[in-house]
C-alpha cells in the first residue's frame, strides 16, 4: 500500500454541511464553531457560501461570516467560499475570500438544475472570476464527477473535458466531487489514473460523499493512487438537495482517526475535532452520520 | 485494483447481530428472519451460538433454530453455529450444524474474557473438536487478530502463531476477525500479506466490524490481496460485548452495494436484502447502523 507522510484535510462543515440544514444557524454559532475549527489546526475552512439567499437562506449572512472569521484568524487559517456564479463570486473575492470553490458539474443536466447555466456559460463565467481574482485562489470544484442523480454514470472523459476547460479559463486548483456519495473505488481509480497522467503536476483535491458507506474506502483508493487533499466534514453533516436521503460528507473525525493511526501526519488535533463535534451537536441538535461520532468509546 | 469475479458472502446477523441484543428475540422470529436470508440467497448463514445460556441468555435457543432450519432449508443453504469450548461444540454437531466458528482470541487476555480457557486450553479443545466433527466443517475463528480491547495492538506473528495451531489441531478453514473494528487498512495487509503468503491454499474469510468507519475500505485492502471470502450481517446488527458503543458489523446491503456496482458477482438479490433490513426494524425495533438501510434513497 502507497500512503503519503502528510495528508491536507479541508473542513467543509460550515458551507456543505450548514447550508443543508432548513433551521436558520444564528450566525454568531456559525463563527464559533469555524472559532474551534480554526482551534484544531485546519490551515482551509471551507467557510460559507455566496449563493443567492433565496436559494440557500442559510447562507444570507456570507459577507458576516466570511469577514468576521477572517479578521479574527488571519495568518492562521485560510477561508474559502463557495460560488456558484460570476456574480457570487465577486461578492466571495469583495469578502476577501482566500480561495473561491467555482462549481461547474460535470453533468450538463446537474449544472442546469443547480446553477441554471450549461457547463459552456458556466466555463464563461470562471474565466470572468479569473480576471478579477486578484491573490485570490480560484478552485474549479467538479460536481457529479462519477455520478448524476439525473443522468447516472458519468463518464471520466466528460470530467477531464470540464478540467480542462477550467484550467483554460485560468482555474488555479481542481476538485473532484462525488456529490452524491455513490461512487465506487472502481469508479475512482478509473477517473483519478487519466486525470493524475494527465495532470501531475496539479494537486487534486477530492471531495467525497458518504451516502453508501464508501467513503473510507473511496479515500484509501485515492490515497495509493497518489492523492493527498480531502474535503471533509466535521460531523459528517452535509448532504445533497437533489438526492433526498443522501448522508453527509466523509466526517472529518472518521477520515482524521484513519490516518493518524496508519501514521500519516495532518496537523490536526484529533480530540479537539471530536469536541467540535459535541458542540455541533449541543447546538445544532442533528445526528451525527460518521462512525466516531456516534461510536466514539471503542478504543484500541 | 485487483478485483475478484466472485465474492462469498457469510451472513452472520442471526448469531453476532442478535447476541447483541438484550430483549429476547422469539425464536419464531430469528427462524423468520433466517427464513428471508436463505431466500436472498445465502448459502453459508451463522445461524446461532452455542454458547452458555447464563453468559448469552438470547442464544439458549440454539438447538431449536438450527435444527428447525436445517429441516426447511436442506440442500439450499449450509447453517454454522458458533462455539467457544468443545461442550458447546458437541451440542452445535448434535444439532446438525454444517459447520463450527470455534472462536479463539489471538490475545491472552481477550481469550480467558471472552472463554475463560487460556489460548493453549482452547487449542487443546479445538484438537478435540476435530476428532468428533464427522462431516462438519471446522473453522478456527481468530477473535482480536488485530486489536484487542485489553492489550491493545496485536501482532501479526501472534496470529499466525494461533492460525498454525489451530489448523495443526484439526481446523479446516480460518476467519480473521476484526471484532472491534478498529483495525485501518496498513493493519490488514500487515496481517493478510504473510497469513496469504504462509497459507496460499487455505481461502480466509474475514470478519470486520464497522465501528470507526473503516469497514469497507478494509474490505476494499483485503480484495487487492486476494481475500473474496467476508462475513458480514444484514442491517448492521451486532457489537463487541466488552467494548461498549462499539458498532455492528459490516452492513451486508452496504458490501453487497458496493461490490455489485464493481461488477462483483455474489449470487445474491440485493432488493431482497434491503427487504430483510425492513423487517428486521420493523420486528426488532433497533436502529440500523449500516448506510444503505439508512439512506438507500439516494440512487445514481
Known amino acids: 500500500m ?45 467557510a460559507t457560501s455566496f449563493v443567492h439567499p433565496k436559494a440557500i437562506p442559510q447562507m444570507a449572512d456570507a459577507t458576516e461570516v466570511l469577514k468576521t472569521v477572517k479578521e479574527k484568524h488571519a495568518g492562521k487559517a485560510g477561508f474559502v467560499a463557495l460560488a456558484p456564479n460570476l456574480f457570487g463570486a465577486q461578492r466571495a473575492i469583495e469578502a476577501g475570500a482566500d480561495a473561491i470553490t467555482f462549481v461547474i458539474s460535470a453533468s450538463e443536466k446537474h449544472n442546469l438544475e443547480n446553477t441554471r447555466q450549461t457547463i459552456a456559460q458556466s466555463v464563461a463565467a470562471l474565466t470572468e472570476v ?28 466528460q470530467v477531464l473535458g470540464v478540467v480542462e476547460a477550467g484550467l483554460k479559463a485560468g482555474a488555479d486548483e481542481v476538485v473532484l466531487a462525488d456529490t452524491i456519495g455513490t461512487a465506487t473505488p472502481l469508479q475512482m481509480e478509473a477517473l483519478l489514473r487519466p486525470m493524475l497522467t494527465k495532470y501531475p503536476q496539479l494537486s487534486f483535491i477530492l471531495h467525497i460523499h458518504d451516502t453508501q458507506g464508501m467513503g473510507l474506502a473511496n479515500i484509501i483508493t485515492a490515497l495509493n493512487l497518489g492523492v493527498t487533499r480531502f474535503e471533509t466534514a466535521a460531523f459528517g453533516l452535509g448532504g445533497c438537495p437533489f438526492a433526498p436521503g443522501a448522508a453527509g460528507n466523509i466526517a472529518t473525525e472518521d477520515l482524521v482517526n484513519m490516518i493518524h493511526k496508519m501514521g500519516i501526519a495532518t496537523g490536526l488535533d484529533y480530540e479537539k475535532i471530536i469536541e467540535v463535534t459535541r458542540y455541533i451537536e449541543s447546538k445544532l441538535g442533528v445526528p451525527a452520520v460518521g462512525h466516531m461520532a456516534r461510536f466514539a468509546s471503542c478504543q484500541a
Do not use: H, M, Y
Open 2 to 46: 502507497k500512503i503519503p507522510e502528510n495528508v491536507e484535510i479541508i473542513e467543509v462543515c460550515p458551507r456543505d454541511g450548514f447550508q443543508n440544514i432548513k433551521t436558520l444557524i444564528p450566525t454568531e454559532t456559525k463563527i464559533a464553531i469555524i472559532d474551534k475549527l480554526v482551534d484544531c489546526g485546519f490551515t482551509w475552512i471551507e
Open 130 to 157: 479569473c480576471k478579477i481574482k486578484g491573490s485570490c485562489i480560484v478552485r474549479l470544484a467538479v460536481a457529479t464527477a462519477f455520478d448524476c442523480p439525473f443522468a447516472g454514470r458519468v463518464a471520466p472523459e
